[in-house]
């Protein structure tokens, strides 16, 4: 099993960028798709961005679609979520994940699809 530590979150004016890192440990984490998501106070977890195991392919929630970017470093075991021109509405815990299944390369983006969570970094907006 694959241990998740999110670091980066922070407060950030309203247009501003954030850099989220996630370490994995485990000789394994290069054979799992990892996963981005958020959640706001009273609201569900919901999906944010994924990315395949060997980082060729990513799928992102419309709602940040051409302003975030998921990517890996796999010699490093680690993945990052770059975010640009933040909204108030991106307020919201962070959390990273991965998959359940290894060298999967369908888009899984629901919350039981991931077996492994971190702890969660906060991602606050001001507007």
């Known amino acids: 099993q694959v241990q998740l530590v999110e670091s980066g979150g922070g407060l950030v004016q309203a247009g501003g960028s954030l850099r989220l890192s996630c370490a994995a440990s485990g000789r394994t984490f290069s054979s799992y798709a990892m996963g981005w998501f958020r959640q706001a106070p009273g609201k569900a977890r919901e999906f944010v961005a994924r990315i395949s195991w060997s980082g060729g392919i990513t799928y992102y929630a419309d709602s940040v679609t051409g302003r975030f970017t998921i990517s890996r470093d796999n010699a490093k075991n680690t993945v990052f979520l770059q975010m640009n021109s933040l909204k108030s509405e991106d307020t919201a815990v962070y959390y990273c994940?991965?998959?359940?299944?290894?060298?999967?390369?369908?888009?899984?983006?629901?919350?039981?699809?991931?077996?492994?969570w971190g702890q969660g970094t906060q991602v606050t907006v001001s507007s």
């Open positions: 994940a991965a998959d359940r299944l290894r060298f999967v390369v369908a888009r899984r983006i629901r919350p039981e699809d991931f077996g492994s």
